[in-house]
């Protein structure tokens, strides 16, 4: 296993597209990294430029020490699974297992013990004769992982491998490939649009947009302090709520002010938004950081009253579409919350979780 | 009701017009040389072999030419066409849009106007009057189009796999070898109808590129059926019966490798 460092990797496609701008990246040993982000943000190109698929404009790659700039996909001791599994049509299981194995003139002894290992763990033992068109699209994505395993890379590269699959197999493949990851103790780059599979399987996350890096770091680091409001409102779903507004100087301390509530913010945030006072700013906070007012005491300065607009029962919980003055926001409450739609509540902000971004540049001031 | 019976009035009436040429031509090569005067449309009194035997005695070392010929030329272009549509699929590489579209506009040279530097050229070299002359030839006129059946062929392979046959560790020859060829079977098959009926039919550079009988393909010696002084159209017409049941033959072998699904099963099906 090897650790996967990227010094400012840059792409540029055809016709100036930059894809990968300046990207600074060190992947450990044995860490779980998932690159996120929504379409186009380059973090399939980053991971295709890692394999050696895509020649890389500038910067430099090592993988276990080695730079590889120049040395070709199947010299870099890496696997790779794809987003349409990309097997073989006309090889059998066991041959799409063993295909890497054979061309690396590995002894037949060993790549059969390596591709019944692999198999078992799979537990595709019993398809190795069948062609891939004769398997549904989780054993094909087994299929497409075993191919992977039996040859023991380095690093493994995953491309989405998961948003061909329906729901519930999601969720089931997600737990095996963490399973997966804690077995084989190796070193995993996995891409994926989905925060939520980025956040349940990613020991470390990088989240892009437009080719550059916006933050690294742990699942929960990211979504308790995120860097900027791009990655406060792509991470977590419902997402994150904005409220652009004005913080205004109360008393001793600073306020988020609108036209319909006032939100007090805490001393200590007082050095942080000091120089905001008077200012546009984006208020955010999370749905969840909502709670009904009855039984809280102090609501003083944290209170909003707010129409319901929509009201989403998931069954574990209920998410309310809200509307106060000319600000609309989520929030998510406990399954057994009555309300109905046109009905004003109080809902009371937990100050703790409060976010308040710069609205020009959108990065976080807290 | 009578909406179809018009649709099928006129599908009858295209049907007959299509077939109508085919009709002729086997029906005089079926002639007694007596019942020619009756015209080419009139039913034949009594069926005759005789104009045949005749024909094919004549023609049976052409037909054997035109056998070499067309088989090694539509073998090596499709060969070859199979590796430029792979390169130019799936690499990219400085120019190679230009160098697509020009190998793709030797498609459009009309034959007639490279005829005597080409004649020239194969006299020079010592492939005047060869099978390999001929063969080269078909081989570089069919380049233009087997590379573009075939990249359009390729586009439709997924990348992927491409992609991940490099990381398993295939090289760029491997790849070809190893994946590609294997999925290429209907493409080959089309490649291979269109070439081997285009070179089979083809008739000028055979005329022009051979002198007698020794590489001289079918289609010459078909027309060199007609004597300069009487024209025996029976023979004439057994002759061209003859050259046409290889290529439907081929046509009918070669359709059933069209397998329809070959791909299914390697992506998202």
């Known amino acids: 296993m090897a650790e996967v460092v990227l010094k ?34 380059g973090k399939s190109t980053t991971l295709r430029c890692v394999a050696g698929l895509e020649e890389i404009t500038e910067g430099e790659i090592f993988i276990g020490g080695k730079l590889v700039n120049d040395i070709p996909p199947k010299d870099r001791d890496i696997a790779m699974v794809f987003q349409n599994y990309a097997l073989y049509p006309h090889m059998n299981v066991y041959k799409n297992l063993s295909f890497g194995l054979e061309l690396r003139k590995m002894k037949k002894d060993e790549i059969n013990k390596r591709v019944h290992e692999a198999a078992q763990i799979l537990d595709i033992e019993h398809l190795l004769d069948r062609k891939p068109k004769a398997l549904s699209g989780g054993q094909r994505q087994r299929v497409a992982v075993g191919r992977a395993i039996v040859r023991k890379p380095k690093v493994f590269l995953f491309d989405e491998p998961l948003s061909n699959l329906d729901a519930k197999l999601r969720v089931q493949m997600r737990t095996e490939l963490a399973k997966l990851h804690q077995n084989l103790q190796a070193t995993i780059i996995y891409v994926t649009h989905d925060q939520v599979e980025a956040m349940t399987m990613g020991t470390k996350i990088v989240v892009m947009k437009d080719g550059l890096i916006q933050q690294v770091s742990d699942p929960l680091t990211l979504y308790d302090f995120p860097v900027n409001k791009f990655v406060a409102g792509f991470i977590g779903s419902p997402p994150m709520n904005f409220i652009d507004t004005e913080i205004v100087k109360e008393k001793d301390c600073y306020a988020i002010k609108t036209d319909s509530f006032t939100i007090v913010l805490t001393p200590d945030k007082n050095k942080l938004v000091s120089s905001y006072a008077g200012k546009r700013v984006t208020f955010g906070f999370r749905p969840e950081d909502l709670i009904d007012e009855s039984g809280v005491k102090d609501k003083e300065g944290r209170l909003i009253r707010a129409r319901v607009e929509v009201i989403e ?5 209920i998410y309310l579409h809200l509307s106060s003055g000319k600000d609309f926001f989520m929030a998510r409450v406990p399954h057994h919350y009555k309300t109905e739609i046109g009905k004003e509540v109080g809902l009371v902000v937990d100050l703790e979780k409060t976010h308040v971004f710069d609205v020009e540049t959108e990065k976080a001031i807290f | 009701m009578g909406k179809k019976a018009l649709i099928y009035v006129v599908l009858i009436a295209l049907a007959l017009f299509y077939i109508f040429p085919i009709y002729t031509l086997l029906n005089t090569s079926l002639k007694t040389d007596e019942d020619l005067k009756y015209g080419p449309v009139a039913p034949t009194h009594q069926v005759f072999f005789g104009a045949y035997t005749k024909a094919f005695n004549l023609i049976k070392k052409q037909l054997l030419n035109s056998a070499v010929i067309t088989v090694f030329a539509t ?10 549509g792979y390169i130019f699929s799936k690499f990219r590489f400085k ?58 062929y390729y586009e439709g392979l997924p990348q992927e796999i ?3 046959s490099w990381v398993d560790g295939c090289g760029t020859f491997q790849t070809y070898t190893k994946i590609i060829l294997p999925l290429s079977l209907p493409g080959f098959a089309v490649v291979a109808i269109f ?15 051979t002198r007698g009988v020794t590489s001289q393909p079918v289609t010459v010696a078909v027309a060199n059926l007609k004597g300069t002084t009487v024209a025996a159209w029976n023979m004439i017409c057994a002759g061209a019966a003859i050259t046409t049941v290889p290529v439907v033959l081929i046509y009918i072998f070669l359709l059933k490798m069209i397998i329809k699904g070959l791909l299914m099963g390697s992506v998202k099906g």
């Not at chain 1, 029962?313 to 919980?317: C, F, M, N």
Request: net charge negative; with cysteine; proline share 4%.
């Open chain 1, 313 to 317: 029962p998931l069954g574990s919980e």
């Open chain 1, 8 to 41: 400012e990797l840059t792409k540029v496609f055809d016709g100036n597209v930059v894809a990968v701008d300046k990207f600074n990246l060190e992947v450990k040993d044995k860490e779980f990294l998932v690159l996120v982000g929504p379409s186009g943000c």
């Open chain 2, 95 to 152: 120019g190679d849009r230009v160098v697509f579209l020009v190998l793709v506009l030797g498609f459009y040279i009309a034959p007639q106007s490279i005829l005597i530097p080409l004649v020239i050229f194969m006299g020079k070299i010592g492939l005047f009057n060869t099978y390999l002359g001929l063969i080269l030839t078909h081989v570089a006129y069919g380049m233009p189009i087997t590379t573009l059946l075939f990249r359009n």
């Open chain 2, 75 to 84: 073998i090596i272009s499709s060969i070859l066409g199979s590796m430029s």
């Open chain 2, 195 to 209: 070439q081997f009926t285009n070179i089979w039919n083809e008739f000028l550079f055979g005329l022009t590129l």
């Open chain 2, 162 to 164: 491409v992609d991940s």
